[in-house]
């Protein structure tokens, strides 16, 4: 456990500085990332078909995460049991990263997320937990960055434009 801004935290990940790419940070982009249960239960087309009919898909990469990766995209959480739940989660099978565009393009992803958390949930009511999107620009920047290069997103945005 360590103190990060005046909190506890269990896990060690780095919060990344604020991004010094301007090109980088004028682009409207979002991210988001299809977890294992998406391999699972064979609904990654499903999913992505859903992503498209708002946003455009610029890249995408399918990797499977590491302690590293995971303390690095998740480096606030306060709740060890939690944590560690998700830990043995994210590393159990693929993943798929998504970087979109279009307008308002966090907002709707975060919208498209609670859809499909919606959509296919334990008959108890439990979420399966299909899916995150980053909540702001800052983050979905250095989430980003964790799993794509810099001249690859540059690059992939431009062409959709």
């Known amino acids: 456990m360590k103190i990060v801004d005046g909190k506890l935290r269990f896990w060690y990940g780095d919060i990344q ?11 409207t982009i979002g991210l988001c990332i ?7 239960l064979k609904l990654k087309d499903t999913i992505t078909d859903i992503l498209s009919e708002k946003l455009s898909i610029c890249l995408e990469k399918k990797f499977t995460f590491n302690e590293k990766l ?3 995209m998740y ?12 830990k043995k989660y994210l ?3 693929v993943s798929h ?7 308002d393009v966090i907002n709707e992803l975060n919208e498209i997320k609670n859809h499909v958390r919606h959509l296919y ?5 439990n979420i399966i937990n299909l899916m995150h999107t980053s909540d702001t620009t800052e983050d979905t920047l250095r989430e980003s960055l964790l799993l794509f ?3 690859s997103i540059i690059n992939a945005i431009k062409a959709k434009i």
Do not use: M, V
Request: hydrophobic share 35%; charged share 30%.
């Open 34 to 40: 299809l977890k294992p249960d998406i391999t699972y």
């Open 17 to 27: 500085p604020r991004i010094d790419c301007q090109e980088l940070c004028d682009l």
């Open 121 to 125: 949930k334990h008959t108890e009511g």
């Open 149 to 151: 290069k810099k001249e």
């Open 97 to 103: 990263a998504l970087i979109l565009t279009g307008p």
């Open 70 to 72: 995971i303390f690095d």
């Open 75 to 86: 480096p606030g959480f306060h709740e060890l049991k939690w944590a560690n739940d998700l």
């Open 91 to 93: 590393l159990s099978d």
